[in-house]
């Protein structure tokens, strides 16, 4: 039987609130500890921020330091959304580069392995053989810091390698 597994993330839309304040919240550092919050003075949009910012806390996105909401945070949710985002919006490399991933994951972290090649596709990667990922965005750097942020270094490797189109059919 082939059972066809679900995505262990959903992303909700670009434009959406939550996806706007998280990238806020992503670019004033809240993706490396925690930041203040500071809520907008305009109603209308104090009250948008609000309610973007109780969904993201409320699923798992973000997260205050304690019961006053001062100090928010991303959670681990939250950074792979983050870094996703920010992916999606990188430049491109030069038609002669390319940003290669390669994993060697052990079959005892098969999930990891799953949500490894499920965020990948999400990032716009397309698979070469099932280890082995390439993209023409310029993430080497991201994806890198974002690895060793979650601990995975050890198991996957990010290059920026030179492409030769003479070679490609």
């Not at 109780?54 to 949710?77: M, Q, S």
Request: proline share 4%.
């Amino acid at each position: 039987m082939n059972k066809k597994h679900a995505n262990p993330f959903t992303f909700f839309r670009p434009a959406s609130g939550p996806a706007i304040v998280l990238d806020m919240l992503g670019n004033k550092g809240a993706a490396d500890g925690w930041i203040a919050v500071s809520v907008p003075k305009d109603k209308r949009i104090h009250r948008k921020f609000s309610e973007s910012l109780h969904f993201l806390v409320k699923n798992h996105y973000a997260g205050f330091k304690d019961e006053k909401n001062t100090e928010i945070t991303l959670l681990p949710k939250g950074k792979i959304v983050y870094v996703r985002t920010k992916i999606l919006r990188s430049g491109l490399l030069s038609e002669d580069k390319a940003c290669l991933v390669v994993f060697d994951i052990p079959e005892s972290k098969r999930k990891l392995r799953r949500f490894l090649r499920i965020f990948l596709n999400e990032c716009g990667f397309i698979p070469i053989q099932k280890s082995v990922w390439i993209s023409q965005f310029d993430v080497t750097k991201i994806l890198s810091d974002f690895f060793a942020v979650l601990d995975f270094e050890e198991y996957i490797t990010v290059f920026t390698i030179l492409v030769d189109k003479n070679r490609v059919n």
